[in-house]
Structure formats: C-alpha cells, structure tokens
C-alpha cells in the first residue's frame, strides 16, 4: 500500500490523498460503506460500483463464522468471492468484544451522546468477554463457544485476503470508567505488539488508537501506535459523550500519528460529522448509518430541499405529504434511485413491505453520502471548503 498526500487545507487539517493499494486506488476522504457479511444489505457490487464507492469494509467477526476464512480463500478471497475488484478492509473482531459483551448487557452502542437522548439501560446477557488472551464468546449464529487471539484474527483476515487489515483490539464502552479504560488500552497495546509479530502477508495493518474520553490515555495510545511499523491508523473505542468531545478527542490525537500515513476513523458517518473530522484530518470513515436508516424509510436530502443541521439532513418517506408526490428522493440527487422513481411510487413501497424499498432507499442514502464526500475532497482540491461547509452548515 502506499499512501500520497496531493493537497492540503490552509486553515484546517483537511487533505486530499490516495491510496494505492492492490485493488485500485482510494481517493480520500472516502467514505466506506459497510459490506459485513461480504454484502451491502440489499445492494449488488455493480450498484456499489456505480454508486461510486471505491472500498468496502467486511466484518472479520461474522465472516470467520460464517462461512468461514477458510473457505473464502479455497474460492479466490473476498474480491472474487463477492465480485469485488476495488479494495477492501477487514476490521479484526474487535468490535464485537464490546457489541456482544458490556454492550450487550447495558443496550449502550460505542457512540452515546446523552444529549441526543442515548442513554443506557439494562439489556440481556453478555456473550463476549476479554481477557489477556482475546475475546472469548458465543457464535450469534449457533451458540458454539470461540476463542479469537489477536493471532487468529491475523490469520483469518491474511485468509479473507483484504487489502488492508486491522489488529485485533478492545473497543472500550462509553461507560467505562479511567480505570478499566486504562487496562483496556494497555491490554489492546499488547495485542498490537502480537498482531504485528503474526502479521506475514503484504496486506497493509493498521493499528487501532484507544484510550476512551481521556486525554493522557489517548496521547499514550496514539505515541505508542505511532511508534510502531504501520502501513496507517484507525480511531476507535468510545469517543466521548458530545460532538464537542469528538473533536477534541481528536485534536489530541491527530497531531501524534506520522502525518504521511492514512487516518480511519470507525464508526462515523453523519452529514455534520464528516465536515468536522475532515476538516481535523480524517481521510477514511465506515458506518451502517445510511443503509440501516434506509431500511426504516429515513432518506437523506441536501440543503436545497431542506436538509439542514435540525433535521440532519434528512426526512421520513412514510410520511403522508409524500403519499402523491411525483418528485424524485432528493431532485438534486442523479443515482438510480432518483432517476427513476419518485417520492410516491418508494412511499408506497415500504407501505406495502416491499423489498424494493429497502433496495432503492439504500442506493439513494449511499450515494448521498458516498458522494459528499468525494465533493467535499474536490472542495479541498480548489481550496473552497470553509466555503461548502458554510453552504452546508449554515
């Protein structure tokens, strides 16, 4: 993998880069839509290729279950396997340490701002626990009991063959106190340092930064990944409890990691958020935000219909206004979706539960997102994006 800055921002850590890798190039920031299963939910890879997206990120957790890494390499790797000839990223299981562990029993998601209305509460049993060794848990699928090392996540994600790859770590809860968070950042530094000893192909490994909503266990965290041979970082775990400490998480962060390799934040993905974190240096997001707000009707739409920082730039097709209206999702969108159908016709859809819904809902949210961003790189690229955020923003 290589990694090539072409410009940067005068009055803020924004960049516009590539990144070559084995499967074509990523031209950042770029936003990733999440294929867990090996698939976009609903969405063939032709349509995410016309879409625009130029990497997909699969979930090493459900893939090793599911159908297994070993299978995956028997039939060619992930890119023949799913019909996928750009690049892909694996994450390496370590979300699911914290999803199907302290997530699981408190019904808390790793992003929870209370002010927003997230707030904790008790849910069901856990099914993952960490210890020294890994992540020690129960299939979702048929309750076999599975121990992943940070060895084993190397190796099932060398055999899934991505072309860059993630260590295996602990995503903290945004409930956890400095202590645990302390121990979880040291133990997840650990399994790093083992990650990088097991690590034997080509693919590109990036090291995750920890360290919770904590100044001095982030900067820890960020100096010791830095310190270490990475092809590029990934920011993780909890990050605070507002936007507010998002950002500042960040600005803590940022100015530790080598500028001249690539910076993923996990899990991130909405409209105001990608303008603040480019702006502070982010160059790759994931999130299932657009596909899964899809599913239950939620479309994005620009300023010029309304979209705005209130509504976060979006609105529910269900609704009845929409029930006789022949404009397209969004009439300054040209994806499939909008081309073709309007308001009323995929209103009625998801009236009716029909399938299509979700499919067309999904094409449209994706290349919204996929998209902006790519116009939000062109603005770094002419120097105009105080300029567009404003425009967007305001």
Avoid at 218 to 224: D, G, H, N, T, V
Wanted: aromatic share 10%; glycine share 8%; hydrophobic share 35%.
């Amino acid at each position: 993998m290589r990694f090539r800055i072409i410009k940067r921002s005068r009055d803020s850590w924004a960049r516009a880069a590539v990144i070559e890798t084995p499967h074509g190039k990523i031209r950042t920031p770029a936003f990733i839509p999440v294929s867990t299963k090996a698939s976009v939910k609903t969405l063939s890879s032709e349509e995410l290729n016309e879409i625009g997206a130029e990497v997909l990120m699969n979930n090493t957790y459900h893939l090793m279950l599911k159908p297994g890494s070993r299978t995956v390499k028997k039939l060619g790797g992930l890119h023949r396997f799913m019909h996928w000839n750009k690049a892909i990223i694996t994450d390496s299981g370590g979300f699911q340490a914290f999803s199907l562990g302290y997530g699981k029993e408190t019904s808390v998601k790793k992003i929870y701002f209370p002010d927003e209305g997230n707030s904790g509460r008790k849910g069901s049993e856990r099914i993952a626990k960490v210890n020294e060794n890994g992540v020690e848990f129960r299939s979702i699928y048929d309750n076999g009991k599975h121990l992943l090392m940070p060895e084993d996540s190397i190796r099932i994600q060398e055999e899934l063959g991505a072309d860059i790859i993630l260590v295996l770590d602990e995503c903290t809860s945004p409930l956890a106190g400095y202590d645990y968070t302390k121990k979880s950042m040291e133990l997840t530094n650990r399994w790093a340092l083992r990650c990088i000893k097991a690590h034997k192909s080509k693919q590109a490994l990036f090291g995750i930064v920890q360290g919770g909503e904590y100044k001095d266990l982030r900067e820890e965290s960020a100096r010791f990944i830095a310190s270490q041979p990475f092809g590029g970082y990934s920011i993780g775990g909890s990050l605070g409890k507002s936007k507010k400490d998002m950002h500042r998480i960040l600005r803590w962060v940022v100015p530790l990691l080598d500028y001249k390799k690539p910076r993923h934040l996990l899990g991130i993905g909405a409209v105001e958020d990608l303008f603040e974190t480019i702006e502070l240096g982010m160059d790759l997001f994931d999130c299932v935000g657009p596909t899964r707000i899809a599913r239950v009707g939620i479309i994005y739409v620009s300023p010029k219909e309304g979209g705005n920082r209130k509504n976060k730039f979006r609105y529910r097709i269900t609704r009845k206004e929409f029930e006789h209206d022949e404009k397209p999702l969004d009439p300054n969108c040209k994806c499939y979706a909008c081309r073709n159908y309007t308001r009323a016709y995929i209103r009625h859809l998801f009236k009716a539960n029909e399938m299509l819904a979700y499919r067309l809902a999904s094409i449209h949210n994706l290349h919204f997102i996929v998209n902006l961003v790519k116009d939000i790189r062109k603005a770094i690229l002419k120097g105009t994006l105080k300029r567009m955020k404003r425009e967007w923003m305001s």
